[in-house]
């Protein structure tokens, strides 16, 4: 075997619908992976199918013990060790690394699912040349994580990157008017604009349907009306949001992850129309979508851990 133990890692990314776990080695090649469905709202039941899935993943692998991190929606409150800030809500206000390191018996490093798509983009994904690295989740939640050469940002108070939960920038009068509430319980945040759900609720308030995103980006694609007024909206939405990162951060790349991320149209779009917000006459920041796809969370998870000295038998 050319790989030791001491350079296997496991991830896991906790996500609303799916908990993906993987082990990855020390050429980050992956050696299992397995897919669970997530027990919606029920944090009971969501640590024990964590650590049954860890289980799985190590006795395929025929390996115990391994160095474990996990994505999760939110942030670890330092003093409490409690999570706070999750878009799935069973989570807030539970002591998740403790309960995980009561059920797998060892420390559990625990990042923003944001923080761990950006590191693993910035690692061997698609911001690899990037010394600064923003990495942005467009799905059913919306968050934000900062990399910067090669290590996650974290900050004072552990919010560092923390795109969903501030305002729209640049509002328009009707959007001014009526904000969307958020369930953090403010309006007009990022989340509330920008995430699938935000997507189809926008689609309502127009008269349409009430349709999944990428139906309605189906539709658009099709020439209805009412279907490309939502989505141009939406990309509208997007640039602003990003040319406020640019503005605070100018980072050497942003990261695309998420089922949102597969809307060709950002790639196309938010770059011609960001530029009318930067406070610069021209800028070039790449915007890219995320070369691991789904998987990239599950693998910034893996690389919380560095990786330890290979085993080598001197005797
Ligand atoms: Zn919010």
């Given at each position: 075997?050319?790989?030791?133990?001491?350079?296997?890692?496991?991830?896991i990314?906790?996500?609303?619908?799916?908990?993906?776990?993987?082990?990855?080695?020390?050429?980050?090649?992956?050696?299992?992976?397995?897919?669970?469905?997530?027990?919606?709202?029920?944090?009971?039941?969501?640590?024990?199918?964590?650590?049954?899935?860890?289980?799985?993943?190590?006795?395929?692998?025929?390996?115990?013990?391994?160095?474990?991190?996990?994505?999760?929606?939110g942030?670890?409150?330092a003093?409490?060790?409690?999570?706070?800030?999750?878009n799935?809500?069973?989570?807030?206000g539970?002591?998740?690394?403790?309960?995980?390191?009561?059920?797998?018996?060892?420390?559990?490093?625990?990042?923003?699912?944001?923080?761990?798509?950006?590191?693993?983009?910035?690692?061997?994904?698609?911001a690899?040349?990037?010394?600064?690295?923003?990495?942005?989740?467009?799905?059913?939640?919306?968050?934000?994580?900062?990399?910067?050469?090669?290590q996650?940002?974290?900050?004072?108070?552990?919010l560092?990157?923390?795109?969903?939960?501030?305002?729209?920038p640049?509002?328009?009068?009707?959007?001014?008017?009526?904000?969307?509430?958020?369930?953090?319980?403010?309006?007009?945040?990022?989340?509330?604009?920008?995430?699938?759900?935000?997507?189809?609720?926008?689609?309502?308030?127009?008269?349409?349907?009430?349709?999944?995103?990428?139906?309605?980006?189906?539709r658009a694609?099709?020439?209805e009306?009412?279907?490309?007024?939502?989505?141009?909206?939406?990309?509208?939405?997007v640039?602003?949001?990003?040319?406020?990162?640019?503005?605070?951060?100018?980072?050497?790349?942003?990261?695309?992850g998420?089922?949102?991320?597969?809307?060709?149209?950002?790639?196309?779009?938010?770059?011609?129309?960001?530029a009318?917000?930067?406070?610069?006459?021209?800028i070039?920041?790449?915007?890219?979508?995320?070369?691991?796809?789904?998987?990239?969370?599950?693998?910034?998870?893996?690389r919380l851990?560095?990786?330890?000295?290979?085993?080598?038998?001197?005797?």
């Amino acid at each position: 075997m050319s790989t030791s133990q001491g350079a296997l890692r496991l991830g896991i990314d906790l996500g609303g619908t799916k908990i993906a776990g993987i082990i990855l080695d020390g050429e980050d090649a992956v050696r299992v992976e397995r897919r669970v469905d997530t027990p919606r709202g029920d944090y009971r039941a969501t640590v024990a199918a964590i650590a049954a899935l860890v289980d799985a993943l190590e006795q395929e692998a025929g390996v115990r013990g391994l160095p474990l991190g996990l994505g999760s929606p939110g942030s670890v409150v330092a003093d409490t060790g409690r999570i706070r800030n999750a878009n799935s809500q069973c989570l807030n206000g539970q002591p998740l690394p403790a309960d995980l390191k009561t059920a797998l018996g060892r420390e559990v490093r625990i990042a923003n699912d944001a923080n761990c798509l950006a590191l693993s983009e910035a690692h061997d994904g698609a911001a690899a040349d990037a010394g600064c690295v923003f990495g942005i989740i467009l799905g059913t939640g919306v968050g934000g994580g900062v990399v910067v050469d090669g290590q996650v940002l974290t900050g004072r108070n552990r919010l560092a990157g923390e795109w969903g939960h501030i305002s729209l920038p640049w509002p328009t009068s009707a959007e001014f008017r009526q904000p969307p509430r958020c369930w953090c319980g403010l309006a007009s945040c990022l989340e509330a604009w920008l995430s699938g759900p935000a997507m189809s609720a926008d689609h309502v308030r127009r008269g349409g349907h009430e349709l999944a995103a990428h139906d309605i980006v189906a539709r658009a694609e099709d020439g209805e009306r009412l279907a490309g007024a939502t989505l141009r909206a939406w990309l509208q939405r997007v640039a602003r949001a990003l040319a406020m990162v640019v503005n605070l951060l100018d980072p050497d790349a942003i990261v695309v992850g998420g089922g949102l991320s597969q809307i060709r149209w950002l790639y196309s779009e938010v770059p011609k129309i960001w530029a009318e917000h930067v406070f610069a006459s021209a800028i070039d920041t790449p915007l890219r979508a995320a070369l691991h796809g789904d998987a990239s969370g599950v693998r910034g998870a893996a690389r919380l851990w560095p990786i330890s000295a290979p085993e080598i038998d001197t005797r």
